[in-house]
């Protein structure tokens, strides 16, 4: 599966964005997907995944209640919905697809990858 990931931008902190990324093939309903992200200098996070029918999802601790994963298997979409944004958010986002069926939760899992798309929160 190829992965093109879009949507980054600048935002003011407390602003939005929406991420998506778009898939290639016939068989995305067959990858459970990830967002991840890599600030200047620290460790690629797995931010949020969600399950191969979108039935389940996982968030980190520092997303959760602000970021929202969702996809569109016809569409073959991930999207992130950012919210209440902090200069803190400010990375490369990557979206990322697993054959794995139960273990989306774990960053170890994600073969395939996208190319990043950049945000940067202003304070």
């Known amino acids: 599966v190829q992965l093109q990931a879009s949507g980054g931008g600048l935002v003011q902190a407390g602003g939005s964005l929406r991420l998506s990324c778009a898939a290639s093939g016939r068989t995305f309903s067959t990858y459970a997907m990830g967002w991840f992200r890599q600030a200047p200098g620290k460790e690629r996070e797995l931010l949020a995944a969600?399950?191969?029918?979108?039935?389940?999802?996982y968030y980190s601790d520092s997303v959760k209640g602000r970021f929202t994963i969702s996809r569109d298997n016809d569409q073959n979409t991930v999207f992130l919905q950012m919210n209440s944004l902090k200069p803190e958010d400010t990375a490369v986002y990557y979206c990322?697809?697993?054959?794995?069926?139960?273990?989306?939760?774990?960053?170890?899992?994600?073969?395939?990858w996208g190319q990043g798309t950049l945000v940067t929160v202003s304070s």
């Open positions: 990322a697809a697993s054959r794995t069926l139960m273990a989306y939760q774990r960053a170890e899992v994600y073969d395939y």
């Open positions: 969600i399950s191969r029918g979108g039935g389940s999802t």
